[in-house]
Nanobody
Framework: QVQLVESGGGLVQPGGSLRLSCVAS????????MSWYRQAPGKQRELVAS???????NYADFVKGRFVISRDNAKGTAYLQMNSLKPEDTAVYYCHTNGPRFETHDYWGQGTQVTVSS
């Protein structure tokens, strides 16, 4: 079992930055991939970025060059550094993991709101 708690969201002006954190508890040593998803009003949830235990990262095209995902395996924590934020980045951001590699169960955090507006 894994529990995920996100923090760091808020209101920021266009061009600004925010850093999101996701803290995992429970069986954190078994976690393989940690990911960030987002969901804007009226839209489907979409993958933003992911990172494996070994540091392999994957980014959605719409955040490449602006967002950076990182991870502290010992602390079971993932981060999302968001730079050059745009109004279209406004969404609820969710942390996700399946736990151990090849597992299919979905663990989600409660989400943190990011609003980009002047």
């Amino acid at each position: 079992q894994v529990q995920l708690v996100e923090s760091g969201g808020g209101l920021v002006q266009p061009g600004g930055s925010l850093r999101l954190s996701c803290v995992a508890s429970g069986s954190i040593s078994s976690i393989y991939r940690m990911s960030w998803y987002r969901q804007a009003p009226g839209k489907q949830r979409e993958l933003v970025a992911s990172i494996t235990t070994g540091g392999i990262t994957n980014y959605a095209d719409f955040v490449k060059g602006r967002f950076v995902i990182s991870r502290d395996n010992a602390k079971g924590t993932a981060y999302l550094q968001m730079n050059s934020l745009k109004p279209e980045d406004t969404a609820v951001y969710y942390c996700h993991t399946n736990g151990p590699r090849f597992e299919t169960h979905d663990y989600w955090g409660q989400g943190t709101q990011v609003t980009v507006s002047s």
